[in-house]
Each structure stands twice: as structure tokens, then as C-alpha cells.
């Protein structure tokens, strides 16, 4: 048995947690080193740009794959590379501080390999969901709709632990209603931004998914169908 002399103050963060968290920020530096003329040399100082053009998504190239139907690797592979790719510094430390807190919630309870499917299929879904409506912009980059397939996981953790409590359940829901109203409010400042799409699809994956990736979670599924 652990004593209170052996124990960490602090909870170790999941593993992959960490490792997203690190691939954000080290991009991230690099990119602030390079702009600032510290590492790279002159050419450096477009490495963002052209990180975006080459591995962020656009809904204009997605929507020239199904109408040719022809699927390159280097445009599919955006689906996956877009959340680690942001507009400046202030984008990449506020998604990846919410992608440590709410990491390490949902990792306490997913396995690594569950949080990881979490957080890219919300990201793809979320990507494909704002090409399948959104023409222009047509960018999107950055982690955000990722992160908010884990706020959809520990939105469903919560939805879980209230109903076992009796209580209400859609009690779950405010951090997400909080997220969207505060989205709308700065929209309404600073202008619309139609990026809130991807963030809410990403949401959405992330509560349906964790149905399935949870612990127990396709056994019981497969039990309550049986069960119909």
C-alpha cells in the first residue's frame, strides 16, 4: 500500500495526452522560432504558411475529390494533420491546455488507444462535417475539434455518473452549452466564424463514440440489443 509520504501530489497525465500535448507545442515552437528568425534561416519564416497549405484541411479540395473521385493520399491525409497545425501561439496553448485538462479526465477512465481514436475520428468528423456545408472559408486548422470529442467523452462519463445518481442527465450538457454560447458571443464581436461547425461535429463524435470505445462500452451495447 502507498503511504502519503510515497504519493505524487499531482496525477500523472495519460501517455498519449502528453504525447498529443508535446506535438502541439513543439510545432508550435518551431514555428515562433522560425518566424522569429532563430532556427531555419530565411526560409523559416514561412513554415506556417505553407504547413497550413500542405496539411491543414480545406472543404474546396474535399469537395474536388468527390466530384472527381479521385482520392490522393496528400489531401486525405488532412483529415488527420489539421489539429496540429494553428494560427499563432494563443491558438495552439489554449487548445492544447483544454486538451490536458479534458485528457486527463476522460484518460482516467478510457485506455490510451480509446482517447487517441476519440480525439482523431472527432477531428476527421468534424473536418468532413464543415466541408460537406461550408465552401468558404474554407480552412480549417488547429485542435480544437478534436478536443471537443473529448469534452463529447466527458460529457458521456457525466451523462453516465448522473444517471446512476437519479439525477438529471442533461446536466451533462452545460460545458458544452457554455463552450457554444461562448463561441456565439465572440462571433457576434469579433465575426462569424463558421469553424464552430467542426467543433460541434467533433462533439458529437466524441459522445457517440465513447458508446463504443468506453470500458465495457460495446458490451454493453451488444447486451441491450440482445436484450431487445
Given at each position: 500500500?502507498?503511504?502519503?509520504?510515497?504519493?505524487?501530489?499531482l496525477n500523472p497525465l495519460p501517455p498519449v495526452v502528453m504525447a498529443l500535448f508535446l506535438a502541439i507545442i513543439g510545432i508550435e515552437i518551431a514555428f515562433?522560432?522560425?518566424?522569429?528568425?532563430?532556427?531555419?534561416?530565411?526560409?523559416?519564416?514561412?513554415?506556417?504558411?505553407?504547413?497550413?497549405?500542405?496539411?491543414?484541411?480545406?472543404?474546396?479540395?474535399?469537395?474536388?475529390?468527390?466530384?472527381?473521385?479521385?482520392?490522393?493520399?496528400?489531401?486525405?491525409?488532412?483529415?488527420?494533420?489539421?489539429?496540429?497545425?494553428?494560427?499563432?501561439f494563443t491558438h495552439a496553448l489554449f487548445a492544447g491546455a483544454l486538451l490536458l485538462a479534458m485528457g486527463k479526465f476522460v484518460g482516467e477512465i478510457f485506455?490510451?488507444?480509446?482517447?487517441?481514436?476519440?480525439?482523431?475520428?472527432?477531428?476527421?468528423?468534424?473536418?468532413?462535417?464543415?466541408?460537406?456545408?461550408?465552401?468558404?472559408?474554407?480552412?480549417?486548422?488547429?485542435?480544437?475539434?478534436?478536443?471537443?470529442?473529448?469534452?463529447?467523452?466527458?460529457?458521456?462519463?457525466?451523462?453516465?455518473?448522473?444517471?446512476?445518481?437519479?439525477?438529471?442527465?442533461?446536466?451533462?450538457?452545460?460545458?458544452?452549452?457554455?463552450?457554444?454560447?461562448?463561441?456565439?458571443?465572440?462571433?457576434?464581436?469579433?465575426?462569424?466564424?463558421?469553424?464552430?461547425?467542426?467543433?460541434?461535429?467533433?462533439?458529437?463524435?466524441?459522445?457517440?463514440?465513447?458508446?463504443?470505445?468506453?470500458?465495457?462500452?460495446?458490451?454493453?451495447?451488444?447486451?441491450?440489443?440482445?436484450?431487445?
Open positions: 500500500m502507498s503511504t502519503p509520504e510515497t504519493e505524487s501530489p515562433s522560432l522560425g518566424a522569429r528568425g532563430i532556427i531555419g534561416g530565411p526560409g523559416a519564416i514561412g513554415w506556417r504558411q505553407a504547413a497550413i497549405q500542405d496539411y491543414a484541411f480545406n472543404s474546396q479540395v474535399m469537395q474536388w475529390m468527390w466530384t472527381n473521385g479521385l482520392y490522393p493520399p496528400e489531401h486525405l491525409m488532412r483529415f488527420v494533420t489539421y489539429p496540429f497545425v494553428h494560427g499563432n485506455s490510451g488507444w480509446a482517447v487517441l481514436a476519440v480525439f482523431m475520428a472527432s477531428a476527421a468528423l468534424g473536418a468532413g462535417i464543415y466541408g460537406a456545408f461550408v465552401v468558404d472559408p474554407p480552412w480549417v486548422y488547429g485542435a480544437f475539434p478534436g478536443v471537443y470529442g473529448l469534452i463529447g467523452a466527458f460529457t458521456y462519463l457525466l451523462w453516465l455518473r448522473l444517471g446512476e445518481l437519479g439525477a438529471k442527465q442533461a446536466r451533462a450538457f452545460a460545458l458544452i452549452g457554455f463552450l457554444m454560447g461562448a463561441q456565439l458571443l465572440f462571433s457576434l464581436v469579433f465575426g462569424a466564424n463558421m469553424q464552430w461547425l467542426a467543433d460541434v461535429s467533433g462533439f458529437g463524435a466524441g459522445f457517440v463514440l465513447s458508446f463504443f470505445v468506453s470500458p465495457g462500452g460495446w458490451r454493453k451495447i451488444h447486451q441491450r440489443l440482445r436484450g431487445r
